[in-house]
């Protein structure tokens, strides 16, 4: 019972190892069989139903032996080893029978003993049984994985008599034989897994093919587009991942990683262009991995900027509690808008919150993008106010990136991943390059690797489409503040701006930009100091502010509290006019006031 027991075990570890080792398909096939001999437990290694030699005179050793023969024989057959390349290599004490170079079995004078032979006798034997087998008609193939839509060769080994047929057993796959290169050109028509039916004059051979979609593919090179002076490293970054973006083909359910590599980059200026080495990534269940490194050029195009004409708000609610679509705009008739979000993940897990722009119409649109953003943060203040005072600088150079929308496709244009309670907030300008019928959406999404262009399968608008919509996106204010005189106050986000729909009203003006002209005048005979400084009017408030074009930061103020915005320094009759630039940002309370008085 024990002898039977350890037979079989022997018999599944050989089969568990063959199957391992084998990678290819092959018309001859050698295995080990463990038998019983009057010397004992041996194996015998048969070439198919032939045997070629037995090896003995060891006990279990002999067992181990013949199994890693009948792999090495096998490992050859699939090679497609000739007769005329195994050879007998004589040494001191043993033969042994190798085949390119490679040792096949070694025989010693027990084995050989145990068989009533000497060693080179043995080895003559064992190497003749071996070149019969090698030498008969045999086929040897490979496993062969093709891309849908491309060609691969596959090799066929071994000793091919008379023509070579080659049929697929499925139509996911064309096969046609290139007789002279014994080999057989698969083209991947369809994903599947098939095989391919060789047959020459004596043998049939069934290789296993699998014909698979890359999961994404670079097939279109578009240009990658700034504007600015200049533009910055991260609307390079944002113009290459559009670009790249908008040239794949990418399918259902595949992950995609676009990696500029800009570290040398820096800066571009207005007519200027950059050359950017890309790492494209794509991987999907079911797909085959795409990797490519690609080289993009990046083309500062000068750009004058133009006024926006309509504003777009998603901040209701502020906490989102699921996965979806919570905000939706048209630009319609508005060649460039201004849009601002400032959003709390509600739920408990992760989540993508992501904004788009769909291009609805026919035709291929090309759109501008100006824009700040930050988060994700659990200070809901420093959020927005990192997102407007980004947001004040690139437009103030007009840095954006420039986004191809081809026609019944949807582009992202930002994403950022959110913790559990985390804010994200942002501040964005879209300008319409051309003509278009595009609508900017904003979702909640379970989190995926990195968002790319899609095509737009149906198209059902949001039940909310057209909400959130002010007219009044700019705010001039002129004031004056003369020396001796009264402070000047200057009030921000106290006035409401009008929503297109009736009744609409978004207090604080949020996103609303204000520009303020403010002359400062000394009519004294003596030199006077004034100062600007920022004030809440209401709760905790932070500023951002372009003056005379540089920026300028707030500390978080609570009533009672200011922050320095500028001080002056004004000569006897000296009159100064200074520019400033800010808006009401998320996260903080408007309105605020702005002071200029002594200091």
Not at 271 to 296: E, F
Not at 359 to 371: I, S
Not at 577 to 583: D, R, S
Request: hydrophobic share 45%; with cysteine.
């Amino acid at each position: 019972m024990r002898q039977l027991t350890k037979t079989f075990i022997t018999a599944l570890v050989l089969v568990v190892c063959f199957s391992a080792h084998s990678h290819a398909a092959s018309t001859l096939a050698f295995r080990s069989v463990t038998v019983n001999t009057k010397r004992g437990v041996a194996a015998r290694v048969y070439a198919g139903d032939t045997p070629v030699m037995t090896i003995s005179g060891r006990g279990w050793k002999s067992v181990d032996a013949g199994r890693l023969v009948a792999q090495r024989l096998s490992a050859f057959a699939e090679e497609g080893l000739r007769a005329d390349e195994i050879s007998i290599w004589t040494e001191r004490k043993t033969s042994a029978i190798v085949a390119r170079g490679e040792r096949i079995v070694t025989i010693d004078k027990v084995i050989a003993a145990s068989q009533g032979q000497d060693r080179a006798g043995l080895a003559r034997v064992w190497a003749k049984n071996l070149r019969a087998q090698f030498g008969r008609p045999y086929l040897s193939a490979s496993p062969l994985l093709v891309p849908v839509g491309e060609l691969r060769s596959l090799p066929v080994k071994g000793n091919v008599s008379g023509q070579l047929v080659a049929r697929p057993a499925q139509p996911i796959v064309t096969a046609a034989c290139d007789q002279s290169a014994r080999e057989v050109k698969v083209t991947g028509v369809d994903s599947g897994r098939t095989e391919i039916i060789l047959r020459d004059g004596v043998n049939a051979l069934r290789v296993p093919v699998r014909s698979a979609r890359y999961a994404a593919r670079l097939v279109d090179s578009v240009p990658a587009a700034v504007t600015g002076n200049p533009a910055s490293r991260d609307a390079v970054v944002h113009a290459i991942r559009a670009a790249i973006g908008a040239g794949m083909t990418i399918e259902a359910d595949a992950w995609t990683e676009i990696s500029p590599q800009v570290a040398d980059a820096g800066a571009v200026g207005p007519g200027k262009m950059v050359t950017v080495p890309t790492q494209i990534a794509a991987g999907g269940p079911g797909y085959l991995s795409y990797h490519l490194t690609q080289s993009v050029p990046v083309r500062n195009e000068p750009m004058v900027p133009v006024p926006t004409k309509l504003l777009m708000v998603s901040n209701s609610p502020e906490r989102i509690l699921g996965h979806g679509l919570w905000f939706e705009g048209k630009m319609a008739d508005y060649d460039a808008i201004r849009f601002l979000y400032h959003h709390v993940n509600g739920l408990k897990a992760p989540a993508d919150l992501v904004v788009e722009v769909w291009n609805l119409g026919k035709e291929a649109a090309r759109v501008q993008v100006v824009a700040g953003a930050a988060g994700p943060s659990y200070d809901e203040a420093w959020v927005g106010h990192r997102a407007a005072s980004q947001f004040l600088a690139n437009r103030a150079a007009n840095s954006g990136w420039i986004i191809p929308v081809p026609a019944g496709t949807t582009a992202p244009i930002l994403s950022e991943r959110m913790l559990p309670g985390s804010v994200a907030s942002g501040v964005m300008e879209l300008r319409l390059l051309g003509k278009g019928d595009l609508s900017v959406r904003l979702y909640l999404e379970p989190p995926v690797s990195q968002r790319t262009p899609r095509d737009i399968a149906s198209y059902a608008p949001s039940p909310l489409l057209g909400h959130w919509h002010y007219l009044q996106t700019l705010r001039e204010v002129k004031a004056r503040y003369e020396v001796g005189r009264d402070w000047t106050f200057i009030t921000i986000g106290d006035q409401p701006a009008a929503g297109v729909k009736d009744g609409d009203q978004l207090m604080g003006s949020y996103g609303v930009v204000y520009e303020i002209d403010l002359e400062l005048s000394n009519p004294t005979a003596e030199t006077a100091r004034v100062m600007i400084a920022l004030e809440p009017a209401g709760g905790p408030a932070r500023g951002a502010l372009l003056v005379d074009g540089h920026p300028v930061e707030t500390a978080l103020l609570h009533r009672d509290a200011e922050g320095v915005v500028a001080r002056y320094s004004l000569a006897p009759g000296q009159v100064r006019k200074v520019h400033i630039e800010t808006m009401p940002q998320g996260g903080s309370n408007y309105p605020v006031r702005l002071v200029a008085r002594p200091v």
